[in-house]
């Protein structure tokens, strides 16, 4: 990737000169669709980004929710997907590091990570192979820094055969004396590079994220992609906790896409002002490098932070404390954005330009056709063991147990519930944690779809007792200057905009990945959300059957099944409309919390991938089952979001609660035998947990 012609003549008119090749390198890497957001930007409009608790929103390293007035939430989302499909250990692992930092840049301390993945068809070996690398990076790298992995999302569908998605979000923990932001604060304070010494790796990241994958990427791309060290980062971890213990920054913000030019220029811009640099101050791990390498590497485990005069020297000190170093590399001044390089000015730009001057594409979009319904005839049995059996609904067990999720002592529901629930014993709340997608939605309805997943991910929180709070997204998409492809992927803009409104969650924070196209075609549009929501105390009801209860299932809508972007047609293939979504979801999202806190209720759990078969399968153990009945075998397999099943003493209560949030039909009762026994009209199946577990375990026997 090159500046463009038209980009460059842009550049040449408001610099009244030619630029230089440091310059011409950072225009091309800052206006990159990575940084620049050219053709998303005039879309994202349509989020509503404010609220009553919205500290900070997007526009930072990261967004600021308050739990209470002593307690904030950081929370921040990235993707590293073209890195790794290249080198899948050290793309994953680059990804959670960045993310961390993202989280340390607002003055926060991580306390939770989550990772969406997607990957091609898991019967195809290179799809295995970097699932295997990607997951093995996560874990290293998560496990090595002390932040625990407890919440995310598995799914494999043949589109992201030539370009898996790698999308990792985090929360941190801060307050108000503690926040710090990417603004620079007064001419006259110091620019100190904090961290490990700069290399070579990673050039050219930002715009290598802006372009279709080659064939040959996984060669010709290998120096894009940054190597990280997890033992500098928990190091930069507690080191940055000190800095902002003893009030030592002034502004701060992480080195990731076109590295300290990207950083640099980005902290003086929002604040309005510009700064001088010397890039040969800069600490470097390999001889020789020039003033362009410098300025646009990407090299791990860095932070460029804005101190006063007075405190450089405590600041040094801190980082020889552990280990690191910190160069005072320049200062913050009111003029341009000035680099030199050996004293020879090497940059020399208006630092808004440098990150705002990009020009918005026009694109146009093709809106998707409407399927037609072409369902194939399926047997009971067969279609139960297919779904239940199915990689994108079994058991993600192989992954979660690799990461450890009980550091930090917070994880109060671990991975394998719907969602996750952290202790915020500051606050004396509980925070649930959600994220994911299902790109078998967003291929068959690209609206509706990204509304499905705004919903589910807030059905998941609701059904542990939390509150949706806020939300970040990632949001991924082909080349968008294929008119159909950018159609879809202002469908699920527009949808998940639309669903987050609707359930009154502000979305604080996000990332867009374009460009996720590759010799094999465009991946599926996927509008991965991280939602976090609230609750008193850190109790939440359980997946699991107890054996003593009725079972109901809570809200949908009065329709007959329908079947689109369900696993079932994506097993045995045809088409359908995609399901009907309730028209007052926030009153949903809101009952389904309450109820699931009463007294009463001994197990919930959501509806979504692979329909009420994969609820009831999931909510199975040895020693308690289910007995219930359907109208149509369909039901069992209509991945309508916005449903719960909870097994409860008191079906009454639940009945009145629900009155005029959503319909309540009674499923059957719970036993303990172990089993799940299914009248569906004129067919019935009965499975044990035992056969279940066996089918469930997909993954992790192909894998162990």
Same mark, same amino acid.
């Given at each position: 990737?090159?500046?463009?012609?038209?980009?460059h003549?842009?550049?040449s008119?408001?610099?009244?000169?030619e630029?230089?090749?440091?310059?011409?390198?950072?225009?091309?890497?800052?206006?990159?669709?990575?940084?620049?957001?050219?053709?998303?930007?005039?879309?994202?409009?349509?989020?509503?980004?404010?609220?009553?608790?919205?500290?900070?929103?997007?526009?930072?390293?990261?967004?600021?929710?308050?739990?209470?007035?002593?307690?904030?939430?950081?929370?921040?989302?990235?993707?590293?997907?073209?890195?790794s499909?290249?080198?899948?250990?050290?793309?994953?692992?680059?990804?959670?590091?960045?993310?961390?930092?993202d989280?340390?840049?607002?003055?926060?301390?991580?306390?939770?990570?989550?990772d969406?993945?997607?990957f091609?068809?898991?019967?195809?070996?290179?799809?295995?192979?970097?699932?295997?690398?990607?997951?093995?990076?996560?874990?290293?790298?998560? $496990?090595?820094?002390?932040?625990?992995?407890?919440?995310?999302?598995?799914?494999?569908?043949?589109?992201?055969?030539?370009?898996?998605?790698?999308?990792?979000?985090?929360?941190? %923990?801060?307050?108000?004396?503690?926040?710090?932001?990417?603004?620079?604060?007064?001419? =006259?304070?110091k620019l100190?590079?904090f961290?490990?010494?700069?290399?070579?790796?990673?050039?050219?990241?930002?715009?290598?994220?802006?372009?279709?994958?080659a064939? #040959?990427?996984?060669?010709?791309?290998?120096p894009?992609?940054?190597?990280?060290?997890?033992?500098?980062?928990?190091?930069?971890?507690?080191?940055?906790e @000190?800095?902002?213990?003893?009030?030592?920054?002034?502004?701060?913000?992480?080195?990731?896409?076109?590295?300290?030019? =990207?950083?640099s220029?980005?902290?003086?811009?929002?604040? =309005?002002?510009?700064?001088?640099?010397?890039?040969?101050?800069?600490?470097?791990?390999?001889?020789?490098?020039?003033?362009?390498?410098?300025l646009?590497?990407?090299?791990?485990?860095?932070?460029?932070?804005?101190?006063?005069?007075?405190?450089?020297?405590?600041?040094?000190?801190?980082?020889?404390?552990?280990?690191?170093?910190?160069?005072v590399i320049?200062?913050?001044?009111?003029?341009?954005?000035?680099?030199?390089?050996?004293?020879?000015?090497?940059?020399?730009?208006?630092?808004?330009?440098l990150?705002?001057?990009?020009?918005?594409?026009? %694109?146009?979009?093709?809106?998707?056709?409407?399927?037609?319904?072409?369902?194939?005839?399926?047997?009971?049995?067969?279609?139960?063991?297919?779904?239940?059996?199915?990689p $994108?609904?079994?058991?993600?067990?192989?992954?979660?147990?690799?990461y450890?999720h009980?550091?930090?002592?917070?994880?109060?529901?671990?991975?394998?519930?719907d969602?996750?629930?952290?202790?915020?014993?500051?606050?004396e709340?509980g925070?649930?944690?959600?994220?994911?997608?299902?790109?078998?939605?967003?291929?068959?309805?690209?609206? @509706?779809?990204?509304?499905?997943?705004?919903?589910?991910?807030?059905?998941?929180?609701?059904?542990?007792?939390?509150?949706?709070?806020?939300?970040?997204?990632?949001?991924?998409?082909?080349n968008?200057?294929?008119?159909?492809?950018?159609?879809?992927?202002?469908?699920?803009?527009?949808?998940?905009?639309?669903m987050?409104?609707?359930?009154g969650v502000?979305?604080?924070?996000?990332?867009?990945?374009?460009? $996720?196209?590759?010799?094999?075609?465009p991946?599926?549009?996927?509008?991965?959300?991280?939602?976090? =929501?609230?609750? #008193?105390?850190?109790?939440?009801?359980?997946?699991?059957?107890?054996?003593?209860?009725?079972?109901?299932?809570?809200?949908?809508?009065?329709?007959?099944?329908?079947?689109?972007?369900?696993?079932? %047609?994506?097993?045995?293939?045809?088409s359908?409309?995609?399901?009907?979504?309730?028209?007052?979801?926030?009153?949903?999202?809101?009952?389904?919390?309450?109820?699931?806190?009463?007294?009463?209720?001994?197990?919930?759990?959501?509806?979504?991938?692979g329909?009420?078969?994969?609820?009831?399968?999931?909510?199975?153990?040895?020693?308690?089952?289910?007995?219930v009945?359907?109208?149509?075998?369909?039901?069992?397999?209509d991945? @309508?979001?916005g449903?719960?099943?909870?097994?409860?003493?008191?079906?009454?209560?639940?009945?009145?609660?629900?009155?005029?949030?959503?319909?309540?039909?009674?499923?059957?009762?719970?036993?303990?035998?172990?089993a799940?026994?299914?009248?569906?009209g004129?067919?019935?199946?009965?499975?044990?947990?035992?056969?279940?577990?066996?089918?469930r375990?997909?993954?992790?026997?192909?894998?162990?």
């Open positions: 990737m090159s500046l463009s012609d038209s980009d003549e842009i550049v008119e408001h610099l009244g000169r630029p230089t090749q440091a310059e011409t390198a950072l225009f091309e890497n800052l206006w990159s669709e990575h940084c620049a957001y050219r053709s998303s930007r005039p879309l994202l409009g349509a989020f509503e980004t404010d609220g009553e608790n919205v500290v900070i929103p997007p526009g930072d390293d990261a967004g600021v929710v308050a739990l209470d007035e002593d307690t904030y939430i950081a929370m921040g989302i990235e993707s590293h997907n073209h890195p499909y290249v080198d899948p250990f050290d793309g994953a692992a680059t990804g959670v590091g960045g993310i961390v930092r989280i340390l840049s607002m003055g926060a301390y991580p306390i939770g990570l989550a969406s993945l997607y091609g068809d898991f019967d195809r070996e290179h799809s295995r192979y970097l699932f295997e690398g990607v997951v093995e990076g996560i874990s290293h790298y998560g $496990n090595c820094i002390g932040v625990p992995t407890v919440a995310g999302s598995v799914a494999f569908h043949d589109d992201y055969e030539g370009n898996p998605l790698v999308n990792v979000a985090c929360v941190g %923990l801060t307050n108000a004396d503690r926040l710090v932001t990417a603004e620079a604060q007064q001419p =006259g304070n100190v590079l961290g490990r010494e700069t290399g070579r790796d990673g050039m050219g990241g930002a715009s290598f994220a802006s372009e279709d994958l064939e #040959d990427a996984e060669t010709e791309d290998r894009a992609v940054q190597v990280g060290d997890p033992y500098s980062e928990k190091l930069l971890i507690e080191a940055n @000190q800095l902002i213990d003893e009030d030592m920054i002034e502004s701060a913000r992480d080195l990731g896409a076109a590295g300290l030019g =990207g950083a220029s980005e902290l003086v811009a929002k604040g =309005g002002l510009g700064a001088d640099i010397e890039l040969s101050k800069v600490h470097q791990r390999e001889p020789g490098m020039n003033g362009t390498e410098i646009l590497s990407e090299s791990q485990e860095r932070m460029v932070y804005e101190v006063t005069p007075e405190n450089v020297e405590r600041v040094q000190e801190i980082a020889e404390r552990y280990e690191m170093q910190a160069s320049g200062e913050v001044t009111d003029g341009n954005y000035h680099c030199t390089f050996e004293g020879e000015t090497v940059v020399d730009a208006d630092a808004e330009f990150g705002e001057g990009a020009p918005m594409n026009d %694109l146009e979009h093709v809106e998707p056709p409407e399927p037609k319904k072409d369902v194939p005839e399926y047997d009971l049995d067969d279609a139960f063991e297919t779904v239940v059996g199915a $994108n609904t079994a058991s993600k067990r192989w992954v979660y147990r690799q450890d009980e550091v930090q002592v917070r994880t109060a529901t671990p991975p394998g519930d969602a996750a629930l952290l202790a915020i014993r500051e606050a709340q925070l649930a944690i959600s994220s994911g997608a299902d790109p078998n939605w967003t291929t068959a309805a690209p609206y @509706q779809g990204a509304q499905a997943v705004g919903l589910e991910n807030a059905t998941n929180i609701a059904a542990k007792g939390a509150t949706p709070l806020a939300a970040v997204d990632c949001l991924n998409g082909g968008p200057e294929k008119p159909d492809v950018y159609g879809g992927f202002k469908g699920i803009v527009d949808g998940l905009a639309d987050c409104r609707a359930i502000p979305v604080v924070g996000g990332n867009v990945s374009l460009y $996720n196209d590759s010799v094999s075609g991946i599926p549009p996927t509008p991965t959300l991280a939602m976090v =929501g609230t609750k #008193d105390g850190y109790d939440a009801p359980p997946m699991a059957l107890s054996g003593e209860g009725t079972l109901l299932i809570v809200g949908g809508t009065d329709d007959e099944p329908a079947l689109g972007g369900s696993e079932l %047609l994506a097993r045995l293939g045809g359908d409309r995609f399901p009907e979504l309730p028209t007052n979801p926030g009153e949903l999202i809101e009952t389904i919390a309450t109820v699931a806190d009463f007294e009463s209720t001994h197990a919930t759990h959501d509806v979504s991938h329909g009420l078969a994969v609820a009831l399968a999931e909510m199975l153990t040895e020693d308690a089952g289910a007995a009945s359907v109208d149509d075998p369909s039901t069992l397999f991945e @309508q979001p449903r719960v099943v909870i097994e409860t003493t008191d079906p009454d209560a639940v009945r009145a609660a629900f009155e005029d949030a959503a319909p309540v039909s009674e499923l059957g009762v719970s036993d303990d035998t172990g799940l026994s299914v009248d569906a004129t067919e019935s199946l009965r499975v044990s947990a035992t056969s279940v577990a066996e089918l375990s997909v993954i992790e026997a192909e894998l162990a």
